[in-house]
């Protein structure tokens, strides 16, 4: 069978994997860092804490010292230094983060204590030493962050804290993104009988921008193959990857394949033994690199997703790896054709994967009420309720 001779979905990933990548940088105001790739290693530029500091507001003692009550010799506010040490009988009144004064070890927080004509009593037990010891966070120079890392809110935290106002980062792959389609119109004007809207643009800009590159939206060709191969050639020089949506089947009007050529690329891969999303095709010429996705909206949602993502975030410097784990099919699945590789739309939910309806690859309703993908080997018709299977999450 003609299915037979196609790339496996393994080989196609490992293709993707092998492709060479620059991950190229730029740094960027810590706030406008947030949501991309970390670019180098970080590590502390001091110890955290910096000092031996109270973690309550209370009284700073020595911890052996038993005294019946204790003199307050001054008080300590965070961001300002001790004058004085403490010593047998006396305490030091200190706030929140303030260092801790010489001599003490121990703070006896203020709900455990009674304040009374400058001197201050011990009324319960208070058994915590209630001090952050230089250090036990972060040790100077220690590897904090490493490159690779998304920046998200803890991270931007993180590094504030380090007192980093810039940060280097992965340069955004700009990727264009190009539909074909003489029967396409935009989402916001009318549809003539026999039009259907451009979706796959908008699916391919908001994926994109999930995988923390730059959309470019360069707009929709008619089915032509002279313009198709324009677009590119100048789609080209506003990007590093392109991404075309259909006309990459076998109608008479499926143009991007000899186009791409036609432009200069060599053509790495162009059908995977995958449903939805046979028909694609990977190429390359320099280092840019260009995408055909069947126009199917759900196929190129699917394909984006399990091939073309994890090449974006290694370009990146990003090693992603999809979450994929195992869960029980609560009914049973059947296909017909069992000789590709499919992925279906699924709700997986606390270890218990319930099919959605789901007819095929222009279903986007369907999409819309998953959230993860059934992979089904290549191989395999029918699993039985019950069977344990791998979801991806989307
Ligand atoms: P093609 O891959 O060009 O043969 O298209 C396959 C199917 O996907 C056809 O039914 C197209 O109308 C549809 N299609 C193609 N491009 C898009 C798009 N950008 N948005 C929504 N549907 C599309
Ligand atoms: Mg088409």
């Known amino acids: 069978m003609a299915e037979k001779a196609l790339l496996s979905v393994e080989e196609a990933e490992k293709i993707l994997g092998a492709f060479p990548v620059a991950v190229k940088t730029e740094t960027r105001p810590l706030l406008a860092a947030q949501d991309r790739i970390l670019a180098q290693d970080i590590h502390a530029p001091f110890a955290m804490p910096e000092f031996d500091k109270s973690a309550m507001d209370g009284f700073a003692i020595i911890s052996e010292d038993r005294s019946p009550a204790y003199k307050i010799i001054e008080t300590i506010a965070a961001g300002t230094l001790p004058r004085l040490a403490v010593t047998p009988g006396h305490c030091a009144r200190i706030m929140t983060g303030a260092m801790l004064p010489a001599g003490a070890d121990r703070v006896v927080k203020r709900e455990s204590t009674r304040e009374e004509n400058g001197t201050m009593t011990i009324i319960a037990e208070d058994r915590n030493r209630n001090i952050r010891k230089k250090g036990e966070d972060l040790q100077a120079g220690q590897l904090v962050l490493a490159a690779g890392e998304r920046l998200r809110a803890a991270q931007i935290a993180l590094l504030a804290s380090l007192g980093m106002s810039e940060v280097p980062t992965a340069r955004p792959p700009r990727v264009g993104i190009l539909t074909t389609g003489s029967e396409l119109v935009d989402p916001g004007a009318p549809l003539a009988p026999g039009q259907i809207y451009n979706s796959n643009s908008y699916s391919l800009a908001a994926q994109l921008r999930e995988t923390g590159a730059e959309a470019v939206l360069l707009g929709r060709i008619a089915d032509d193959a002279g313009a198709t191969v324009e677009a590119i050639a100048s789609g080209l020089e506003k990007c590093d990857v392109l991404v075309l949506s259909g006309g990459v089947s076998a109608g008479d009007f499926d143009f991007v394949p000899a186009a791409l050529r036609a432009a200069g690329f060599t053509l790495h891969f162009e059908k995977i033994a995958v449903q939805p999303g046979m028909p694609t095709v990977f190429g ?101 309720a019950g069977s344990t299977v791998d979801v991806r999450f989307l």
């Open 284 to 384: 390359s010429r320099d280092d840019q690199i260009a995408f055909g996705l069947p126009g199917n909206p759900v196929s190129t949602f699917v394909i984006f997703e399990i091939f073309i993502k994890p090449l974006l975030l290694r370009l990146q410097g990003h090693a992603y790896r999809p979450l994929v784990q195992p869960a029980v099919l609560a009914t049973a699945f059947s296909r017909s054709n069992g000789g590709r590789t499919s992925f279906i739309p699924v709700t997986c939910r606390e270890g218990r994967v319930v099919l959605v309806s789901y007819h095929g690859s222009a279903h986007l309703h369907s999409l819309s009420q998953a959230n993860a993908l059934l992979r089904v080997p290549a191989g395999l018709k029918d699993i039985a």
